[in-house]
């Protein structure tokens, strides 16, 4: 494999920061190394130099490539099962009431780092689940992450038997179907919760996001830890002002906002409320 000399891995530290907000300490310099050299390999380039000119001059779309293989994408169905018990026993009863009172009933939420898709399906399956036999309620879930490959595997909604081991066995179902041929030995997501999740590639780093509608609550889990407190401070402002009132955000169980300046107001740990 190439060398990666510290010059160059400063070089596309820079470049990830500034484009996707991941702060890539000197201890990731192997994991650069190793990921990127797949690409190098894949491509046929020689070295790391020439690899950087390629993406920063003369194919610019191989960005989206270098971004994939630096992101980290480790999920799971109902991974951190106390926020999907939250949902049930105090978020979406308060909401409910406050909806119902108000004559609406949309509910629109954001799983902002969805990966691969079990995040915005363990979280549509607990809506369906809390509102089964009320079919009048509008219920979206906006999935999102910067990686293209894995918004394409969430998009196709189909896992291996054993990425369904957390779900429950009458959730899958109700809400999966077993495959056959090609998906032999894989559940796909039926078109119940595919109606209610939509998955878009979105840089949480964007000047702007491609929507004005606030959200109920949103999930950015495992997110954060990768942003320098700067970054974290950003993307928490904007954040907050895509969240409706009383709309909470969830954070990973190894992320805080402390030291972040925001006005939302911590309720437990990793759970945000705006008020």
């Not at 190439?2 to 201890?27: H, M, P, Q, R, T």
């Not at 994939?68 to 009863?93: G, V, Y």
Request: charged share 25%; hydrophobic share 40%; proline share 3%.
């Amino acid at each position: 494999m190439a060398n990666l000399s510290d010059k160059e891995f400063k070089l596309f530290s820079e470049l990830v920061y500034s484009a996707i907000g991941i702060n890539l300490g000197s201890a990731k310099k192997e994991l650069v190394r190793t990921r990127l050299g797949k690409r190098l390999r894949a491509l046929k380039i020689p070295s790391f130099k020439e690899y950087y000119r390629y993406v920063t001059n003369e194919n610019k779309d191989e960005l989206t490539n270098l971004f994939d293989a630096i992101s980290t994408n480790l999920t799971s169905f109902f991974r951190e099962d106390r926020h999907f018990h939250f949902l049930t026993s105090r978020l979406l009863p308060d909401l409910e009431a406050k909806k119902k009172k108000m004559g609406d009933k949309t509910i629109r939420v954001w799983s902002s780092a969805c990966s691969t898709g079990e995040e915005p399906y363990s979280i549509a399956i607990t809506m369906a689940e809390y509102f089964k036999g009320e079919n009048d309620w509008d219920i979206k879930i906006l999935a999102t992450d910067i990686s293209t490959k894995v918004i394409d595997v969430a998009g196709k909604g189909v896992y291996r038997a054993d990425r369904l081991k957390t779900v429950p066995p009458q959730a899958i179902k109700k809400y999966f179907t077993k495959g056959r041929a090609e998906n032999e030995g894989s559940y796909i997501v039926n078109d119940n919760l595919r109606k209610m999740v939509f998955i878009r590639r979105i840089n949480l780093l964007a000047q702007s996001w491609p929507f004005k509608r606030q959200f109920d609550f949103i999930f950015c889990r495992n997110v954060l830890i990768y942003f320098d407190k700067y970054t974290q401070s950003k993307v928490v402002s904007n954040f907050f002002k895509h969240l409706q009132k009383n709309g909470y955000l969830f954070l990973g169980h190894a992320e805080s906002l402390a030291g972040v300046n925001t006005p939302l107001v911590y309720i437990q740990p990793t759970i945000y409320l705006k008020k």
